[in-house]
């Protein structure tokens, strides 16, 4: 019996990268550009965030658009 170290069985996890979907993210974000008011009170409902997100510029275009829905305008960076 193989019996492996905790520190080789540690980085593993560590460089294992966590499920995600970009075009289901891209999804989203289109769909908010499509039906913005719809949507994203579907996305505030179901207590979407940009945590949300993988994808940092994903993470950025939701956390904007929003930030235009609740009325404060675009971010500045």
């Known amino acids: 019996m193989v ?4 520190t080789s069985a540690g980085a ?3 460089d294992r990268v ?6 289901a993210e891209r999804g989203v ?7 913005a008011d719809r949507v994203l009170d579907i996305c505030i409902e179901r207590q979407l ?3 949300s997100f993988y994808l940092p510029t994903h993470r ?3 956390d904007v658009m929003l930030g235009m829905k609740r009325g404060s305008g675009p971010l500045t960076c």
């Open 3 to 6: 019996m492996e170290s905790p």
């Open 12 to 14: 593993t996890r560590l």
């Open 60 to 62: 950025t275009i939701f």
């Open 29 to 35: 974000l289109g769909s908010i550009l499509l039906e």
């Open 49 to 51: 965030v940009a945590e």
């Open 18 to 23: 966590p499920p995600h979907s970009e075009d």
